[in-house]
């Protein structure tokens, strides 16, 4: 079946850029589905980044959008994400995730990574 | 900056009925957009429970169950378990400021 690891640096340094790469095995990233990040900072609750599409078109949380980038590689059946200008309130653990849609019941997360925790500090 | 608000715990004795609520706007749920909820077990990434407002995937247990009316939401536990004992949000999309997925702000439910 369809799985999505994470991977990238665990530390990133304050006004830096995170990067992670969330790699599809088992499945096509050419499928009809958006492909997400989510966030969760430690003790706290779910934050949408962003998605990408295998075509490259992208949506982002307004509030992110001026520091975010999504992108996407099929030959390698993954896609990544950066997020620039970090500070200690980017601390959090990133998931990748596989949104779907059926007909009348919109788009929802039916597969997550197991998340990576990325930390900002010098 | 969720805006989906749920209340941040409710806890029931086992064999009890929960209810969590999942309180939006005209932008997002009474807009007529979806919602979703995932469970969160301790130290793992969450798991799918409704879709579609209603709908269970397979293998979720029929004691969860949801609903939409207006701008809200709800997800109900019947027949409380301890393996219940978990955080659950909910989800949908917002078309203000550009459209956005959106997580409500999530509620710990405990079994007494």
């Known amino acids: 079946q369809v799985q999505l690891q994470e991977s990238g640096p665990g530390l990133v340094k304050p006004s830096g850029t995170l990067a992670l790469t969330c790699a599809v095995s088992g499945g096509s990233i050419s499928s009809s589905n958006w492909w997400s990040w989510v966030r969760q900072p430690p003790g706290k609750g779910l934050e949408w980044i962003g998605e990408i599409y295998h075509s490259g078109s992208t949506n982002y949380n307004p509030s992110l959008k001026s520091r975010v980038t999504i992108s996407v590689d099929k030959s390698k059946n993954q896609f990544s994400l950066k997020l620039s200008s970090v500070t200690a309130a980017d601390t959090a653990v990133y998931y990748c995730a596989r949104y779907i849609a059926v007909a009348g019941s919109g788009w929802y997360i039916d597969l997550w990574g197991r998340g990576t925790l990325v930390t900002v500090s010098s | 900056q969720s805006v989906l608000t749920q209340p941040p715990s409710v806890s029931g004795a086992p064999g009890q009925r929960v209810t969590i609520s999942c309180t939006g706007s005209?932008?997002?749920?009474?807009?007529?957009?979806?919602v979703h909820w995932y469970q969160q077990l301790p130290g793992t990434a969450p798991k799918l429970l409704i879709y579609?407002?209603?709908n269970r995937p397979s293998g979720v247990p029929d004691r969860f169950s949801g609903s939409k009316s207006g701008s809200s939401a709800s997800l109900t536990i019947t027949g409380l378990q301890a393996e219940d004992e978990a955080e659950y949000y909910c989800?949908?999309?917002?078309?203000?400021?550009?459209?956005?997925?959106?997580f409500g702000t999530g509620t710990k439910v405990s079994v007494l």
């Open positions: 005209s932008s997002n749920i009474g807009a007529g957009y979806d």
């Open positions: 989800q949908s999309y917002d078309s203000s400021l550009g459209g956005s997925r959106i």
């Open positions: 579609g407002n209603t």
